[in-house]
């Protein structure tokens, strides 16, 4: 979430993503990062490792459902509506409640380990 929140400051700010994300990223270094993006985040010359974040597929595959799910939500779209092409688009399970998933929940470094998508 503070990954989102810094690509969209720098997006409205016409800011290099690369200084949002340190910036935003350095307020909140407990967020829960990865091994590999701390050691970035809090490094005195950060330098591109690769992707700026979600370098794996799976993590690529969700920045674009979130992406696609906020365009539709700013465009109009209805929540069922959003939930039917998420779903089709992405392979994702969004009828599982909070309550269905939290019991088999916890962080994970890799998106694959998730269940459900």
């Known amino acids: 979430m503070i990954g989102a929140i810094a690509v969209a400051s720098a ?5 290099p993503y690369k200084d949002a994300v340190l910036d935003i990223g350095r307020r909140y270094p407990h967020a829960g990062y990865g091994g590999s993006f701390i050691r970035w ?7 591109p490792y690769a992707v700026i974040s ?7 595959k969700g ?10 939500a700013r465009t109009g779209h209805d929540k069922e509506d959003i939930r039917e092409q998420i779903s089709r688009r992405f392979g994702y399970d969004l009828q599982r409640s909070v309550e269905g ?13 998730f269940s459900g998508g």
Not at 41 to 47: A, G
Not at 54 to 60: S, T, Y
């Open 41 to 47: 985040l809090l490094s005195d010359d950060p330098q």
């Open 101 to 113: 998933i939290r019991p088999g929940y916890g962080f994970r470094i890799s998106c694959p380990h």
């Open 63 to 72: 920045a674009q459902a979130t992406a696609l799910a906020v365009f539709l």
């Open 54 to 60: 979600h370098n794996h597929p799976e993590g690529i």
């Open 11 to 15: 997006i409205l700010s016409k800011k």
